[in-house]
């Protein structure tokens, strides 16, 4: 069997790796560089952000991908040899007196409902973890059980064990046409260069540019990009050990000290700078929220392209319209977290088997009920 892959993000190349490793022929076809769009620019965080304002269907395909890290981690390092820095930091949410109780409850009943720990610290205590914290916290959520992973590293172990397994990684080859049989069955793909690759499946893994391949060939995928901002500050390794989050905003601290400032929402297109407005707006969460990080320096800035759907879920699984054509995208904020058991379920269903997971809410074709808070902003 021969699979083509569009798109080098984290979804394509693992789903890549676990077709190869049943048997089957595939190649990887990349528009610019791999592995440098959204996958590489994510902070890495292995928890949705406010999971408890999502459909229980989500947090079950969370919790399965989740469960499949450790083993995933195991594989990789041993067959790249390359570190994946997955570390348990623990997510650390404080509340302040204007938001005291606004997710307190809704957060310990998913906690409860889906097997997450989850403690409610005093004001005092939650200081005394994390000493940069607002003198003005009242009282902290903390997840103890919840992983980072580094993204370039991730990447870099994914790519290894690819090229060793002997799988084409084509850069530079941007697909611009899918091509069907007479039946409208996805038989190929074409590149910019006007090349062909004939293929028994296609997969859809383009990430924020799904859309445009989609409309060409008569279906509707609504993703859209939804640019973040990410700002990197350098302190000395354990100045915050959690990962601490409030509203939008989120430090993620890196084991060698680094604090990753993340990130904006921004309804924009596929503008790609790295604005004074967002620089200025993420400093700012960082002295109301950690204070303490005040004396640290401002080491870099990027942004990315989330992969944007309207209600906040995936698109994965086969086009009915289109026999041979299957997408794995729309992840938005949760592809990193997602990215194993997206792989998983895209190669085995690919190769015949039925998911064990009921995957109706993530279907292509579904009904789309726009969210606003888990869903794209609007513009
Ligand atoms: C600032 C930021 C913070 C984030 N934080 C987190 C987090 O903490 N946790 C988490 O789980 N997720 C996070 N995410 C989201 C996560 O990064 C994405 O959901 C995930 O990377 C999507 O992976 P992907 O492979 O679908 O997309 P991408 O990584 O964007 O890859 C898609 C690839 O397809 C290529 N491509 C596009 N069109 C074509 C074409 N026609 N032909 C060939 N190739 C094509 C692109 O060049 C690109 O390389 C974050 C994202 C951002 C931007």
Not at 20 to 41: C, M, N, T
Not at 299 to 305: N, T
Not at 316 to 337: D, I, M
Not at 343 to 360: E, F, H, R, T, Y
Request: aromatic share 8%; charged share 20%; proline share 6%.
């Amino acid at each position: 069997m021969k699979v083509v892959v569009i798109g080098a993000g984290i979804i394509g190349l693992l789903t890549a790796l676990r077709l190869k490793q049943q048997g089957v022929d595939v190649v990887i076809l990349e528009k610019g560089k791999v592995a440098q769009e959204s996958s590489w620019a994510g902070a890495g965080i292995l928890c949705p952000i406010h999971p408890w304002l999502y459909p229980d269907s989500f947090t079950e395909l969370v919790n399965a991908s989740l469960a499949l890290y450790p083993d995933l981690q195991a594989e990789l390092e041993s067959e790249s040899g390359h570190g994946i820095q997955r570390i348990k930091s623990g997510l650390l949410i404080p509340c302040f007196v204007d938001d005291k109780a606004k997710h307190q409850e809704a957060a310990q009943l998913w906690s409860d409902k889906f097997g997450w720990d989850m403690q409610r610290l005093t004001a005092v205590q939650a200081v005394t973890k994390e000493p940069t914290l607002s003198p003005d916290v009242q009282e902290a959520l903390l997840w103890q059980d919840v992983y980072q992973v580094r993204n370039p590293d991730l990447l870099s172990a994914v790519l290894f064990y690819l090229h060793k397994l002997g799988v084409d990684v084509l850069e530079q080859s941007e697909v611009t046409q899918l091509i069907e049989n007479g039946q409208g069955h996805v038989c190929g793909v074409e590149t910019v260069q006007g090349r062909t690759y004939d293929a028994d499946a296609v997969l859809l893994a383009a990430g924020s540019w799904s859309a445009k391949l989609a409309e060409q060939s008569d279906f509707k995928l609504p993703v859209q990009p939804v640019k973040g901002q990410i700002v990197l500050l350098k302190t000395e390794p354990n100045t915050l050990k959690h990962i601490v989050k409030h509203d939008d905003a989120y430090f993620v601290p890196r084991r060698d000290g680094r604090i990753l400032i993340g990130a904006t929402m921004e309804n924009v297109g596929f503008e790609r700078s790295n604005t004074a407005e967002a620089l200025s707006a993420l400093l700012a969460a960082s002295k109301r929220l950690v204070p303490g990080l005040k004396d640290a320096q401002v080491e870099q800035q990027w942004m990315g392209f989330r992969p944007g759907s309207p209600d906040g879920l995936p698109f994965l699984g086969e086009v009915p319209s289109k026999k041979g054509l299957w997408v794995a995208t729309g992840h938005y904020r949760n592809g990193v977290a997602l990215a194993p058991i997206t792989a998983k379920v895209m190669a085995d269903w690919i190769c015949g088997a039925q998911p064990s997971l009921n995957m109706d809410a993530f279907a292509p074709n579904r009904p789309l009920q726009e969210s606003a808070s888990v869903g794209y902003p609007k513009a």
